[in-house]
């Protein structure tokens, strides 16, 4: 009841653009699960970079999936290890995210002042809606589906955005997949701060 209380007090625009941010991000999330990769991958956008160092049988897209990530984290040691070792521990450890609730840093800033004011609180729309939609739903894990989400979400605005896919071999020597997505001036939309220390692997643009 308080949630909701909570919504029905948001501005109209507000309580619209949170709609739009669940209702994207369970599509996603169910995709990630049930749609085979050839269909998967409209959502990733164009891909424009693969490891220079593998061949492409060694990093096949398909396995870029929500049960590579689930996997992926499915240990709560290497959990507890990432967020130890993790630039962002205090704020992945509060329960919070640290590319929306973070300020942006100054180079960031100084990119997004030079962007039109309409696109600059599209953007800032889009990151609290995403944020908001995470702490609201019933799952973990949720880094590859609220990339995705970010990326419709900014695309039907018309604001290109970029879907990054990184690994970390964490100290259980198991690789960890995260995804994350920025604007493609790199002003982070969800899960830049978590990514830092991961190896980039793909890089799709849309």
Known sequence: MTRLVSYLRLPFGRQLVLIEAVTLMVLTWSATRLLPFRWLALLYGKLVRRPRTARRDQF????????????SWSKPQAQREY?????TAATIAGGGDASDSASLDSSEQSIMSRLPGHQRN???????????????LPWEGTCLPR?????IMLRRRGLP???????LRGADHELHLHAWLTTREAIPITGVREGRGFRVLARFES
Not at 147 to 151: N, V
Not at 161 to 167: D, E, K, S
């Open 60 to 71: 096949p897209m398909g396995s870029v999936s929500t049960l590579a990530f689930r996997r």
């Open 83 to 87: 967020i130890q070792d993790s630039e």
């Open 122 to 136: 599209q953007i800032w729309q889009v990151r609290w809606a995403l944020r908001m939609a995470k702490e609201h």
């Open 147 to 151: 990339a995705l989400a970010g990326r």
């Open 161 to 167: 955005a970029t879907v990054l896919i990184g690994a």
